[in-house]
């Protein structure tokens, strides 16, 4: 427990650290250390299994490679900006209000991400779960995507939106669109032309009815991608609270239509609403943004995108 407490110190530490980084525009320095931490992870991991330490060692591999990743993004850290410790009751405050909201948020995405296979487990039973799990970790770890590359965007969109500066903001969120539709549909087609060598790939032949499932999830992480340029979007705008009751009516939504769906239709119901649900995101996100910050989109590289990924 020590171990993993030490462990999780040194993330959040490195995480704090590396906003300092990710303001300046300088994350090519934060990759590096957390590159080099991953590394000697693994190499005492590696060096432990195979002089067969006991199991508190493979998880003191974490901690020794996360103090490491400390270590180099607070000197990285350090030559951008002063680094003290300082006790500011009120500036907590400020912080906790601001980030309360997006943090909730966030939990009830998690929630509205994840209920369906809860509901599925308690509906159908562990069979039908193991065949939706598995595209639904596929669209997990693919979901990642958009959030980092946006992370690295926000300071941009931040600076540009305090300075009421509208067309740069305008124009940020267009090439972010276009970027995010020229990986997720691309993306989207290829995995639902190969979904079956893929779940062979990453599972094993009992698990090829995930095909189905698969391919219709896919459009939930177009959805997902395109979604995530309105989240920042408002998060650049500090309306990030809207999202709390945007995300908290699809928790309600996820429940009651997978509670039908999964009734009738099992994986493939809950399938269906995953898309549902990220498709309402997006509408009500974009809405939203759209309301504090009137924007219009050039189309024509979405339809050449979309076109492209068709004939793929």
């Given at each position: 427990m020590c171990?993993?407490a030490?462990?999780?110190?040194?993330?959040?530490?490195?995480?704090?650290l590396?906003?300092?980084?990710?303001v300046q525009?300088?994350?090519?320095?934060?990759?590096?250390?957390?590159?080099i931490?991953?590394?000697i992870?693994?190499g005492?991991l590696?060096?432990s299994i195979?002089h067969?330490?006991s199991?508190e060692?493979?998880?003191?591999?974490?901690l020794?490679g996360?103090?490491?990743?400390?270590?180099?993004?607070?000197y990285y850290?350090?030559?951008?900006?002063?680094i003290?410790?300082?006790?500011?009751?009120?500036y907590?405050m400020?912080?906790?209000r601001?980030a309360l909201p997006?943090?909730?948020?966030?939990?009830?995405?998690?929630?509205?991400?994840?209920?369906?296979?809860?509901?599925?487990?308690?509906?159908?039973?562990a069979?039908?779960?193991?065949?939706?799990?598995v595209?639904?970790?596929?669209?997990?770890?693919?979901?990642?995507i958009?959030?980092i590359?946006?992370?690295?965007?926000l300071?941009?969109?931040?600076q540009?939106?305090?300075?009421?500066?509208?067309?740069?903001?305008?124009s940020?969120m267009?090439?972010?669109?276009?970027?995010?539709?020229f990986?997720?549909?691309?993306l989207?087609?290829?995995s639902?032309?190969?979904?079956?060598?893929l779940?062979?790939?990453?599972?094993?032949?009992?698990?090829?009815?995930?095909?189905?499932?698969?391919?219709?999830?896919?459009?939930?992480m177009?959805?997902?991608?395109?979604?995530?340029?309105f989240a920042?979007?408002l998060v650049?705008?500090?309306?990030?609270?809207?999202?709390?009751?945007?995300?908290?009516?699809?928790?309600?939504?996820?429940?009651?239509?997978n509670y039908?769906a999964?009734?009738?239709?099992?994986?493939m119901?809950a399938?269906?609403?995953?898309?549902?649900?990220?498709?309402f995101?997006?509408?009500?996100?974009a809405?939203?943004?759209?309301?504090?910050?009137?924007f219009?989109?050039?189309?024509?590289?979405t339809?050449?995108?979309?076109i492209s990924?068709?004939?793929?």
């Amino acid at each position: 427990m020590c171990i993993t407490a030490g462990a999780l110190f040194f993330a959040f530490m490195t995480g704090t650290l590396t906003t300092v980084l990710q303001v300046q525009m300088k994350m090519q320095r934060a990759a590096g250390p957390l590159v080099i931490g991953k590394i000697i992870s693994t190499g005492y991991l590696a060096y432990s299994i195979l002089h067969e330490f006991s199991f508190e060692h493979l998880l003191l591999a974490g901690l020794i490679g996360n103090i490491f990743v400390f270590a180099l993004t607070y000197y990285y850290a350090a030559q951008e900006s002063v680094i003290r410790v300082e006790f500011d009751k009120e500036y907590w405050m400020h912080v906790v209000r601001t980030a309360l909201p997006y943090g909730l948020a966030l939990i009830l995405s998690t929630i509205y991400f994840r209920i369906d296979s809860i509901m599925l487990f308690e509906m159908r039973g562990a069979d039908e779960v193991g065949i939706y799990g598995v595209p639904m970790r596929i669209l997990e770890i693919v979901n990642i995507i958009p959030i980092i590359f946006l992370n690295t965007v926000l300071p941009a969109m931040t600076q540009f939106a305090q300075q009421e500066n509208k067309e740069k903001l305008s124009s940020m969120m267009q090439k972010s669109w276009d970027i995010l539709v020229f990986l997720s549909f691309p993306l989207a087609a290829g995995s639902i032309a190969l979904a079956l060598p893929l779940i062979l790939f990453v599972s094993s032949p009992e698990f090829a009815p995930s095909v189905d499932p698969m391919r219709i999830l896919m459009f939930a992480m177009i959805f997902s991608f395109l979604n995530s340029v309105f989240a920042f979007i408002l998060v650049a705008l500090g309306r990030q609270a809207k999202m709390l009751y945007v995300n908290g009516v699809v928790v309600i939504f996820n429940v009651v239509a997978n509670y039908f769906a999964i009734t009738h239709y099992g994986y493939m119901g809950a399938a269906v609403t995953s898309v549902l649900s990220e498709f309402f995101v997006l509408a009500a996100n974009a809405a939203i943004v759209y309301y504090y910050f009137p924007f219009v989109f050039s189309w024509l590289r979405t339809a050449k995108i979309f076109i492209s990924s068709v004939c793929m």
